[in-house]
């Protein structure tokens, strides 16, 4: 599997912004989709944004889309997720993911046997 190290979380005020990113490292990660999702307290894990491999398909949920914006850079291994006017709303953990295949940029979550996680980070947005 590939692992997948994010950064960049933190405490934010209502309309602010952050840019996280996820780096990738280990096995291959050619042809993988990648993704965010994020997960609060007593929730089941909800998915955010994810890109394809090359670039070229994006898919947000509904209540991050226009806010949001996935982008990628292959040549680095990683993947952005620039959040824009920010809500408390969006407080959460939030995961990065990669997938081989496009079910990622569907909405699905990462397959058991070609997904991976990374460990989470922290963005707290205050009202």
């Known amino acids: 599997q590939v692992h997948l190290v994010e950064s960049g979380g933190g405490l934010v005020q209502a309309g602010g912004s952050l840019r996280l990113s996820c780096t990738a490292s280990?096995?291959?990660?050619?042809?993988?989709?990648m993704g965010w999702f994020r997960q609060t307290q007593g929730k089941e894990r909800e998915f955010v944004a994810a890109?394809?491999?090359?670039?070229?398909?994006?898919y947000y949920a509904d209540s991050v889309k226009g806010r949001f914006t996935i982008s990628r850079d292959n040549g680095e291994s990683t993947v952005y997720l620039q959040m824009n006017s920010l809500k408390p709303e969006d407080t959460a953990v939030y995961y990065c993911?990669?997938?081989?295949?496009?079910?990622?940029?569907?909405?699905?979550?990462?397959?058991?046997?070609?997904?991976?996680w990374g460990q989470g980070t922290q963005v707290t947005v205050s009202s």
């Open positions: 993911v990669s997938d081989w295949g496009a079910s990622l940029v569907t909405g699905l979550p990462p397959s058991p046997d070609f997904g991976s």
């Open positions: 280990g096995r291959t990660f050619n042809g993988h989709a």
């Open positions: 890109i394809s491999w090359r670039g070229g398909t994006r």
